[in-house]
């Protein structure tokens, strides 16, 4: 799925084939993605907690191809190796089709001075950004939609960074596919989350992966 961070590589000495951190069998990983291991469980964890969030009416799409959970290897933070992880799931409703995601940075991945700019480093600039209050926390809640299609992928999502400065993102799409060729699926009449919705999402402390 289009939007994931990328780092660079990790050279060792003069070479410059990457070095992925150490897999559950005690070997390098293949690439920067977790296919196995504690990693890899959080971040079907973290789809399987998605699932259980989608609001009354909607429907989750059995179809796997429309589901996706990921741990990826995105950098190095002091000496420490930074994941990020995410779920996504598409959503259904009178026949229309659209999609729901969370990801969530270690620390040190997503940084700002205020919660929208934090939210600005997500997957699309966003066309506009406010701050909503909920449970006592300051949330970020951005809105899509820019002239270019990578700015049309997500139309509204939240960002939080929490005290230990994991980032949390919670986004919303009327489309169920960013590929225009792939779907045929009209899109949402309407968003599932409205901004106060959003925000207790980003909240959720099931989506508060802890850092090791």
Not at 33 to 47: E, S, Y
Not at 155 to 172: C, R
Not at 193 to 212: K, T
Request: glycine share 8%; proline share 8%.
């Amino acid at each position: 799925m289009p939007g994931k961070a990328s780092a660079s590589p990790l050279p060792t000495g003069s070479e410059t084939k990457p070095v992925w951190p150490t897999g559950p069998n005690g070997s390098p990983q293949e690439d920067r993605t977790a296919r196995a291991g504690v990693k890899a469980d959080a971040a079907k964890a973290l789809r399987a907690h998605l699932t259980t969030l989608v609001p009354a009416g909607y429907t989750i799409s059995p179809n796997s191809e429309a589901r996706e959970e990921q741990a990826q290897f995105e950098d190095k933070v002091g000496d420490r190796d930074a994941w990020s992880y995410l779920a996504s799931i598409e959503i259904r409703k009178d026949g229309a089709a659209g999609r729901l995601i969370v990801q969530v940075h270690d620390p040190g991945l997503r940084t700002g001075a205020t919660p929208c700019d934090i939210a600005s480093v997500f997957w699309t600039k966003p066309s506009g950004c406010g701050v909503v209050s909920s449970g006592g926390q300051a949330v970020a809640v951005a809105t899509g939609g820019g002239n270019d299609l990578p700015d049309q992928r997500i139309d509204k999502w939240s960002a939080y960074a929490h005290p230990d400065g994991t980032v949390v993102y919670v986004a919303e799409s009327k489309r169920s596919s960013f590929d225009p060729l792939r779907s045929s699926d009209p899109q949402l009449a309407a968003l599932p989350f409205d901004d106060a919705q959003l925000a207790v999402l980003a909240l959720d402390p099931a989506f508060h992966i802890a850092a090791s």
